[in-house]
């Protein structure tokens, strides 16, 4: 996954992290503006909140479209990502903000963040594009074992395998190997994959260490995704 992120920021950065917006527009005013109203629109769906003194993990941070307005708004942000590609563009966009701590992904795990160090955790349109079900269910799991005791995590994640199968017609293949259209679209690292739902249930009631942390969970729909799946929310108990 790596070295196909690594391609597509540089390829266009933003357009790779919403392709809601046209590929290769330029110009990221609205981009940064759509950042806040996303945070908002998961706190308000999942009726949680943040406070100023607040620890939280964004999860597949990308350029840091989401870490820039956390930062803003509590105490330190961990933004964490398997492309460093896309790590050096936040580090430029959040140059100024001296409580993010990127970190660079190995691709499975949340290594390099401890154990209940977190008051909340968010990934937006992230777990949709990996491959194995099986790695996104870890993240799952490792996101209770960074979580306090207390604490929530929101997440997107799909349960329909028909929108990850390859789609794209000749013409539109085409057009990409001529910088017209955006590339890897038929690439595994894009399409990603489906998770079930009891598979996840499963994972969501289990801490990345082995224990078990019997989180609630609730399901809502965000704007801002080609095909928005579900949002899980858990919360570890006090």
Do not use: K
């Amino acid at each position: 996954m790596r070295r196909f992120w690594d391609a597509r920021a540089r390829e266009d950065a933003l357009y790779f992290v919403d392709n809601n917006r046209p590929y290769r527009a330029g110009g990221d005013a609205e981009f940064w503006a759509e950042g806040e109203r996303a945070v908002d629109a998961i706190l308000d769906r999942l009726g949680v909140s943040l406070r100023p003194g607040d620890v939280v993990l964004d999860l597949g941070c990308g350029v840091g479209r989401l870490t820039r307005p956390l930062a803003g708004r509590v105490a330190r942000v961990h933004g964490l990502d398997v492309s460093p590609e896309l790590l050096g563009r936040a580090r430029e966009a959040l140059d100024g903000h001296g409580n993010v701590d990127l970190h660079l992904g190995d691709g499975a795990t949340l290594a390099g963040i401890d154990d209940a160090s977190c008051d909340a955790a968010i990934s937006l349109v992230v777990f949709q594009h990996i491959p194995d079900p099986a790695v996104t269910l870890g993240y799952v799991r490792e996101l209770g074992r960074v979580l306090r005791p207390g604490g929530w995590a929101g997440f997107q994640v799909s349960n329909d395998p028909g929108v990850h199968r390859r789609r794209r017609p000749l013409r539109g293949r085409a057009a990409s190997l001529v910088g017209r259209a955006p590339r890897g679209q038929g690439d595994r690292a894009w399409l990603g994959s489906a998770v079930a739902l009891d598979a996840l249930r499963a994972a969501a009631d289990s801490r990345g260490d082995g224990r078990r942390a019997r989180p609630r969970r609730g399901d809502a729909v965000l704007p801002g995704a080609s095909a928005p799946p579900p949002l899980g929310a858990g919360r570890r108990p006090r």
